[in-house]
């Protein structure tokens, strides 16, 4: 079984740049989450699908940050404009999305600079 | 507000020595908890849940409701346990998680 793909792995930028990340998660997984994971501190939900509609996108910096999941697969987070804080790692995951079958699989992650 | 706190950064052991990464939490609801494993150049992935009571490689983790803990346990720690390992609370009816900061183990010869 493909685990989730995530692509680019690094990606370097200026502030006040655009960048965007893209998620395939694994076939038939319905749910899907963005985590951002700043150096030194745990993985924190930015925004949560289930199939293409968002359950929780409450910690989403939304004048900067959006995602979007179409048809229910794969799914694009984009910054825009990106600051020097949004270094980081940004970690795709999904799941099954039922009861009992509530495990997340991560992605590699991409890694951003802002410079 | 919900928490989940793990107070070390770093844990050092001597391989054959018992294990415990500490992990505590703070939720007005139903807890669901979880330890996640971070090998070196490999995806967060899912090591134990406490709703299962089991026992992965070696580790067992016990929720104590009364001290709102979840601690990680090895009797015996190994070389190959050396990871990041995070805590993680899933809020009940809901999929959303809330991880702690991590805790680097390190085992050594």
């Known amino acids: 079984e493909a685990g989730v793909a995530q692509s680019p792995r690094y990606k370097i930028i200026e502030k006040r740049q655009s960048v965007a990340f893209w998620c395939n998660p694994i076939s038939g997984h319905a749910t899907l989450y963005w985590y951002q994971q700043i150096l030194g501190q745990g993985p924190k939900l930015l925004i949560q699908f289930q199939n293409n509609g968002v359950v929780d996108d409450s910690q989403l910096p939304k004048d900067r940050f959006s995602a979007e999941r179409l048809k229910g697969v794969d799914s694009t987070l984009k910054i825009q404009p990106a600051k020097l804080e949004d270094s980081a790692v940004y970690l795709c995951?999904?799941?099954?999305?039922?009861?009992?079958?509530?495990?997340?699989?991560f992605g590699p992650g991409t890694r951003l600079l802002v410079l | 507000a919900q928490r989940v706190t793990q107070p070390e950064k770093l844990l050092s052991v001597f391989k054959g020595a018992p294990v415990e990464l500490k992990c505590n939490y703070s939720y007005s609801g139903s807890p669901e908890l979880f330890w996640y494993v971070q090998y070196s150049r490999q995806r967060l992935q899912l090591l134990l849940r406490h709703i299962s009571r089991e026992s992965i490689k070696g580790f067992t983790a016990d929720l104590n409701k009364g001290e709102t803990s979840f601690h990680l346990k090895k009797p015996f720690a190994q070389e190959e346990d050396s990871a990041m390992y995070y805590c993680a609370l899933r809020l009940s009816g809901t999929y959303k998680y809330i991880f702690g900061t991590g805790t680097r183990l390190k085992v050594l010869a």
């Open positions: 995951a999904s799941s099954l999305g039922r009861v009992g079958q509530e495990t997340q699989y």
